[in-house]
C-alpha cells in the first residue's frame, strides 16, 4: 500500500494554475451529482485553474459550442440541494464511434482543457479511459487534419480523467457506496414507510419493485431498513421449490398475527435458472396459494427523484475536492483513478481494474457462479447479505441451539433514531444463537428497579422504521446503584450485557468494568454500541442515529433558504444540538452550503465574527442571495445566537437582513433514516456474535467468569473497520468534562467547507476529509 509523500510540502507543487478542468455527468442521473459538481469548480477556481461545464455529457462534448462553458463561483450557488443534475447528462453513441471521439478531443483542445472529471456509472468511466488512451494519436490525426497546429498538440499533449460514480444502484466495485444511492434509499423507505400503514389496516401484503437490473443493493438494504420478509436480487438467486418456502413463511407471519407481509425484488431478479421472476408472479403466487390480498407498487423513476440526503451531499463533496486534487497530482505515467469509498476514508483506485472487476460480477452470475459474484461485489454488499439472511427467518423453537445464556438488552442517554432497529437486530441475532434475550425498561434505572422481561422474536416486530426508544432510555449512571444492579444480574441470572447509547452509555460500562473488583456479578461479557445524534463517543468514527439528524438538520436548512427565494440578502443563523460536540454544526453545514460555522472545538473571538460578517458581505455584493450560518450549541457561552444574530444583524444593515432558528428537539425525532436502520441492525448483530464468543470463552465450571478488559468493550468504527475496543483504553482518548473524544476526524473537513464557501483558508491534501494522507490502494477482490 503506498502512502503519500509529505502533504504540506506536496501541496505547494500543486497550483492549478494555467490549467483547466471539464467536468461533465454521463449516463443516468443521480442525486448529489451537483454536490460533485459544485466541489469541482470551487475547489479548481481555489487551486487557480479554470473550469468549465461540460453540459449534455459527452453529447455535449462533441457537440461543443455553448454546450462547453467556463464556470464560475456563482454559477454553482444553490446547486447542493437540487436532485438530477443541473449541467445536463446524455447517452451519446457518436462519442462510441472513433470520429466521435475525434471531434470531442478537438472541442477539449480548443480551450486547452487537458483534465477531466467524469460523473458517471462504469460505461461512462471505460469511455473516458478508452478517450484518454487514444489521446495522442488523436491530436496527430487532428494536426494532419489541419484543425490544430503543432504548438496546440503539445501544449495540449496529456490528458488526465479521474472518475466519480454517480448510480443510484451502487453496482461499481471498489467503492462502498457511490452518489444517489442513498437518497434512493431514502425515496425506497419514505414509500415502504407509507405502505407499511395501509398495508396494516387491511392486513395486506406488498410486492415492491425497486430499481437494480444488474445488482441487488436498494433491494437488499432496503429489506433490511424495513424488515422485509422477502427479498429477492440478481446475486442471489432462490433455489428451487422458493415459492412454497416463500409461501410458508408468510403463512407464519399471518398466524403470528402480523398483519403485514413486505416482499422486495429487484427489477433484475432472478431464479437459479436464470429466468426471471416478476412482481406480478410473485402476487398472483401469493393469492393463489395463500389468498391473501397482495398489491404490487413498482417504484421506478421516484427513486431518482428528490433532493440528495446529507450523506450523498457531504460524500460527493469530498470526492469532488479529492478529483481535483488527484487532477492535479496526474501525470503522464499515472493510470486513470476511481475516486471511492472505504469504510469512512476516501480513497483513489485504478478506474479500469475496478471497472473489470465490475464487469466480472456479472460474468460470474452469466456462469451461475453466484457465490463468486457476491465476493467480488465486495464487503459492504457481503454484509448486508450476511445480515439478512441472520435476521429473515425465525426458525422453530426445536431447531434453535439451546445455549443456557440469558443476554440483556437496554437503552441509555437520550433517544437516538436506530436504537429500535439495533434492540430488534440484537434480540433476533441473540434468539438464533440459542440465548434468552431480556429486555431491561428505562435504561440502569429500569435496571435497579427489576424492570427487567423476557423478549421473544415477535415482541420486536415492526420496530426498525420506529424513531426514538421503544425501551425508554435515561441519563441515569449505574454507580451509585451498583449493589441493587448487582442483585438484578443474579435474580434473572444475566450472562451478558449489551448497551445501546450515547456518552452515557460509554460511562456506564466504564463504571461497571471498574467496578469488577468488588462486585464480581459484573464480570459478565459487556459490548456498548454508540447511539446518539450527537456522534461525540470515542472510539468511533459515526454513532447511530447521527445520520438521521444531519437530515433533520439539512433538511430544515433547505427550506430556510427556500422561504427567502423570493427576498434578496438575507442571512440565517441556526442553533444545532450537539452538546460541545461540533459534529452535527459542522457536518451538516458541509451538506447545507453554509459560509461558517462555529463551534467548540475551534475556538474564535470577537475578531474573527466581525472577519465572518464582512466575508459575507462581501460575497452579497457579488450576486449570492442568501447567506446560512450554523452555531453550535455550546460553541461559546458568551457568543450565544443570540448575540450572532444581533451582531449579524447590525454589521449587515443596508447590505442583507438577518433571521435566526433554533432547531431545538427536531433534531432527535422522525424516523430513522436507511443509513441508521441498516448500521444499527448490523452492528448490533455483529455485537451479539461478539458476546456469544466471550461467552463461551468465559464459561468454566458452569459458571460465566469475564473479567479482563477485552470483555467490556464498545464496538465503533475506526476508519475502514469495526472494532471491538476495552473501554478502559478509551478513557486516555476522552475529554470528560466536555463529553467529547479528545480527537475527531470530522474536524479535517472543516477546511473543505471553508473552501467551498470562499474562504481564503490553509489547506493540504490531508485535509481533504481523510483521517490520514490519501491512500492509494488496489481493489479488494474480497474483504
Known sequence: MA????????????????????????????????????????????????????????????????????????????????????IGSARCKEFRSHEGRLKAAHQLVLRGITNLCVIGGDGSLTGANLFREEWSGLLEELVRQGLIDEEAAQNNSELHIVGMVGSIDNDFCGTDMTIGTDSAL????EVVDAIMTTAQSHQRTFVLEVMGRHCGYLALVSALACGADWVLIPEMPPEDGWEEHMCQKLSE??????????????????????????????????????????????????????????FDRILASRMGVEAVLALLEASDSTPACVVSLCGNQAV?????????????????????????????????FENNLNTYKLLSYHKADSELPNSSFNVAVLNVGAPAAGMNAAVRSAVRVGIKEGHKMFAVNDGFEGFYKGQI???????????????????????????????????????????????????????CLLQLYEARTSHEDFCIPMCVLPATISNNVPGTDLSIGADTSLNAIVETCDRIKQSAS????????????????????????LAAGADTVYIYEEPFDIRDLQSNVEHLTEKMKTGIQRGLVLRNENSNENFTTDFIYQLYSEEGKGVFDCRKNVLGHMQQGGAPSPFDRNFGTKIAAKAIQWISRKLKESYKNGKVFANTEDTACLLGMRRRTMAFQPVVQLKDETDFAHRIPKEQWWLKLRPLMKILAKY????????????????????KKAD
Open 566 to 589: 423570493g427576498t434578496k440578502r438575507r442571512v440565517f443563523i441556526i442553533e444545532t444540538m450537539g452538546g460541545y460536540c461540533g459534529y452535527l454544526a459542522s457536518v451538516g453545514g
Open 3 to 86: 502512502k503519500q509523500q509529505d502533504t504540506r510540502k506536496l501541496f505547494e507543487d500543486l497550483s492549478g494554475a494555467g490549467k483547466s478542468i471539464g467536468v461533465l455527468t454521463s449516463g443516468g442521473d443521480a442525486q448529489g451529482m451537483n454536490a460533485a459538481v459544485r466541489a469541482v469548480v470551487r475547489m479548481g477556481i481555489y487551486v487557480g485553474a479554470k473550469v468549465y461545464f461540460i453540459h449534455e455529457g459527452y453529447q455535449g462534448m462533441v457537440d461543443g459550442g455553448d454546450n462547453i462553458e467556463e464556470a464560475s463561483w456563482e454559477s454553482v450557488s444553490s446547486m447542493l440541494q437540487v436532485g438530477g443534475t443541473v
Open 760 to 779: 481564503k483558508t490553509s489547506y493540504d491534501v490531508s485535509d481533504s476529509g481523510q483521517l490520514e494522507p490519501v491512500t492509494r490502494v488496489r481493489p
Open 253 to 310: 407471519n399471518r398466524a403470528d398475527k402480523k398483519r403485514l407481509n413486505i416482499i422486495i425484488v429487484a427489477e433484475g431478479a432472478i431464479d437459479c435458472h436464470n429466468k426471471p421472476i416478476t412482481t406480478n408472479h410473485i402476487k398472483e403466487l401469493v393469492v393463489s396459494c395463500l389468498g391473501f390480498d397482495t398489491r404490487v407498487t413498482i417504484l421506478g423513476h421516484v427513486q431518482r427523484g428528490g433532493t440528495p440526503s446529507a
Open 453 to 507: 422481561k423476557e423478549i421473544t422474536w415477535g415482541d420486536v416486530a415492526g420496530w426498525t422504521g420506529q424513531g426514538g426508544s421503544i425501551l425508554g432510555t435515561k441519563r441515569t449512571l449505574p454507580a451509585k446503584h451498583l449493589d441493587k444492579i448487582a442483585e438484578q444480574i443474579r435474580i434473572h441470572n444475566i450472562n451478558a450485557l449489551l448497551v445501546i447509547g450515547g456518552f452515557e452509555a460509554f460511562e
Open 348 to 380: 483513489r483506485l485504478p478506474l479500469m481494474e475496478c471497472v473489470q472487476m465490475t464487469q466480472d460480477v456479472q460474468k460470474s452470475m452469466d456462469e451461475k457462479n453466484f457465490e463468486e459474484a457476491v465476493r467480488l461485489r465486495g464487503r459492504s
Open 186 to 189: 431514502h425515496r425506497i423507505i
